[in-house]
């Protein structure tokens, strides 16, 4: 059973909509366009309470600062900062990549046109990283504020060099274990890394522990991407809202596409050749995944996920052992952590 | 005749090119876009040292800082961010107006793609933010490097906010004053501000001199967009490498345009129906320029201008007069403040 996160949640939107409220007229209707995102506005920008997505990022902010300090509250502006940074690089990514929906919703380009929806992304960007300085108000000391400004500033670096990387790999025919895991570091670890990094670095003045709860973060954000990516191929269309299949159709190279691409033979050459059109045809998506069961990749990609799942859970343990106040927080954490490596098929 | 900047700009150069250095070998590519619009690449992206612009905003941030406690290289990571930052900003704007052309270059998009160009603009805004963070490594303490990162997230939402007022003055028939003010504060004014601003945020502990360095900045930010407008329109086409009355065939609503749209008859007849063409033809430019020769509008922009200049003036003769600790540094700004505000028509 999935843990109950219903207090952070509250707080996180909260605050959330706080940083999105500007009362300037000649600026509501672009303050109504960034809400959209954050699933605050419909696809007309008017107010609306929508699927807001799972608010992972923030949830992890919160517990990792309660499991250290006892208090989740003062870690709120950077588990917010989090959010909106990650909700940037979807706007952008989704403009980058062409992709027209997200969670079962239009994407911002689509309904706003490129030029608006950049400038949007660079909007939450900006507002992202206002956040963080309303962590004095809330107690926290100036030392601490530019360690997590710091943690924060490297994840946006990393974002835009993993993003840099996942576009060049379009063009990558053999991509390597270490290419993927370089460019899923960037695009996903980090954002997750940053979550439990600045949740410690608002708790405690201790560096090596900021350093662990980042290393924690890392491994936690690989076994889940890699996760995301069994589901973006196995994953059940009823809840994962895309045909099976679906990361082959958008030619991703995901884990699964990697580590077949490594292997010799027919199924390296189908996938190079469906890659190869403009088009990936459905009979290749349906050769591919059953070259794939023959070669039990999933298996292959099941062992890489175990193993950082395994990373990040010894890693939390240890966290929890040299550095909990709250038992509660390590109780959530260690649950929450399951579940997300371990998502239904 | 224009003052001698070199110290300034040869230490700026350098702080830039570290800011942009990384050796990760699958990044060098995309290290190397991120030095184009900075002007350390050509057009294949291969180091060359182009035409690199005037580094302004660096050059008034390090100014003020001397000015303000004898020393200008403490500033120097705040007058990169500045810098990065304004390059973000152009990189993105570019996309967003389809511009093609900037300072006889071409635009980052049309030479790495609309994907690759939002990315590497992103990239620019991370590394702005992130060259804060050097301050204190040239001994600037704590509590004034939040200070100045503070005055730079203020910048990043006043940017993206003009932005979108300015993408929406498309839209507006008939501006007025009020409304390109805000958008010019924010779009240039806001730059300036930020530079002035974090150069005196380093120097002192006093907030009212650092407002007061803010609000110098703004309104040079206000004269010099307002000059730049009046060489978009009446500036020799061997200066500006536009043809006269530039700003009219990109239907720009630039501070002429905004005066004129405010008189009635013929003149703001005219601007409409050629606006209301797809393409704005020669001859609706040439009938433009005459009636706004007749109606004096040159003149109503030169009187905005002047008080502006009046006021940026006056801010700087009191700054020098309450905080000045070096002579030469309020000689320079006094000399480039006038040379900003009075360019050759």
Redesign the interface.
Known sequence: MAPDLTPYLTVTEGELRAALDRD?P??L??YAMLRYPLGFADEQFQPVQADSGKRLRPVFCLLVSELLCGDYARALPGAAAVELLHNFSLV?DD???GDEMRRHRATLWTLAG???A??????L???A??EL?RL?ERGVA??R??RA??IF??T??Q???G???D??GEQIRAPSLA?YK?MIAGKTAALLSAATGIGAAVATDDAHMVTRCREFGIELGLAYQMTDDILGLWGDPSVTGKAAGADLRRKKKSLPVVLALERDGPLSSTIQQAFDQGTVREEDVLAIMRLMDEANVRTAVEQEVGKHRHRASRALKRIIREGAVSTKAGVLLEALTATLTQREK
């Open positions: 300037e000649a600026l209707p672009f952008h403009i980058e990549d490129v030029p608006h950049i400038n949007a992304g660079d909007a960007f900006a507002l990283e206002r300085l004095p100036a030392e504020v530019l400004i710091e500033q490297d946006c670096v974002l835009v060099e993003q840099y990387l576009m060049q290419w370089q």
